[in-house]
């Protein structure tokens, strides 16, 4: 996989990883697509690093670049988020089960 396809793929993975926060229960899947989005744009960050000066004389090594780092960002943040999320539907769903346990009738 080149370095544009990569990039490509780690914000998509971000952008995902922000939606599915909306979708309630499937918050994991988001918080999963967060971290395979992180660990593919600091890969290609790190490819980008290795190649040194060309990066800033090439315009579409530019534009790998600034799509690695739109990535990263939308990755960190639909990561946090969706994990903050699958806590929060993880402690509703407890709290459920520990009323309904506790309106059931004494045997």
């Known amino acids: 996989m080149d370095l544009k ?3 490509i ?3 998509i993975c971000g ?3 922000v ?3 909306f979708t309630g ?3 994991f899947i988001g918080l999963v697509l ?3 989005g992180i660990i593919l744009s600091i890969k290609v960050k790190k490819e980008l690093e290795a190649m040194g000066e060309t990066v800033d004389a090439d315009p579409a090594l530019k534009d790998i670049k600034g799509m690695a780092t739109a990535g990263l960002i939308c990755s960190i943040i639909g990561t946090a988020v ?3 999320g699958f806590i929060c539907v993880a402690c509703i769903a407890g709290t ?3 009323a309904a346990c506790s309106l059931a009738p004494m045997a």
Do not use: D, E, F, H
């Open 5 to 7: 396809n990569k990039a």
């Open 9 to 11: 793929a780690a914000l």
């Open 15 to 17: 952008i995902l990883a």
């Open 19 to 21: 939606i599915s926060v």
């Open 25 to 27: 229960v499937y918050a």
């Open 34 to 36: 967060g971290i395979v």
């Open 82 to 84: 969706a994990g903050i």
């Open 96 to 98: 459920i089960g520990i």
